[in-house]
């Protein structure tokens, strides 16, 4: 069973379907592939070049039977399935804690951190499944993590070391986003997402957002093409430093010594 807040990973290999309980109430999540090159398939494709003679003996049931079995292209099933009954749901339930269901990650939005400098950034809280945290990832080439950003809220800048990652808004309005480049090339986006929205931080950028709602917290599914990834803040790069390099690049010492950059560059050179 997912809930609101779960998670589920399916390693290569593995085939899985979803089968939404209630009419009313439909399935609705974010599908994340570990490829850019994605080819899925499902059953009646792996069935539609086989003999239906094949298929007979293979699947044990009759020819004539065979005969009937949809084999197009991959569609949903709009309309409850005949053999469906409220007992499928209750087998479910009471299975739902078998630990061989050990590819089901329960409530990512439970139990998140608090982010530091809560008395600068305000009240900002994440939580992260990666290989370290959830060892079904180790073969995995992805990761994610989830972030809550409440009103007038700040996610500090910051950048990922060796990954990509991309955001997708869950629920929030009016998010400040300001985005540039750490390389050669220059560059400094300034945008507002809002719920449904996605935003791309590369490798090389740093990335700041504000949540500038006066009353929507905004949650925030945070997605990254490596199984580990580093992120690191602007505020810890600057502290790591030591006290006279990081005055000498942001105040500009070079230039209280010598009155014109050419004699810099005579020096140096």
Known sequence: ILRPGDAFYSPVGYHHYFEGVDANDPLVGVAVFDTSDLKTFDTPQM??????EMLSQVLGVPTEEVEDYYKGFRRLYTDPHDGWKEENLADALANDDNPDLRFKIPGIDKGLTQAPRMEFNGDVRSKAIDSFTWKPLSKARFSFAYTEITPGSTLEPYWTDNADELLYVIEGQNL????????????????????????????????????????????????FNSNRP????????????????????????????????????????
Do not use: Q, W
Request: aromatic residues 8%.
């Open 47 to 52: 069935m539609k070049a086989m003999p239906n």
């Open 176 to 223: 400040e986003v300001i985005r540039s480049s750490n390389g050669k090339r220059e560059c400094k986006d300034v945008f507002t997402i809002n719920e449904g929205f996605l935003a791309l931080n590369e490798i090389g950028s740093t990335m700041l957002i504000k949540n500038n709602s006066p009353d929507v917290t905004t949650k925030l599914f945070r997605i």
């Open 230 to 269: 580093s992120v690191t803040t602007l505020h810890d790069a600057f502290h790591s430093l030591p006290e006279d390099v990081a005055m000498t690049m942001l105040r500009g010492k070079y230039y209280e010594k010598y009155e014109y950059a050419e004699d810099i560059m005579a020096e140096t050179s």
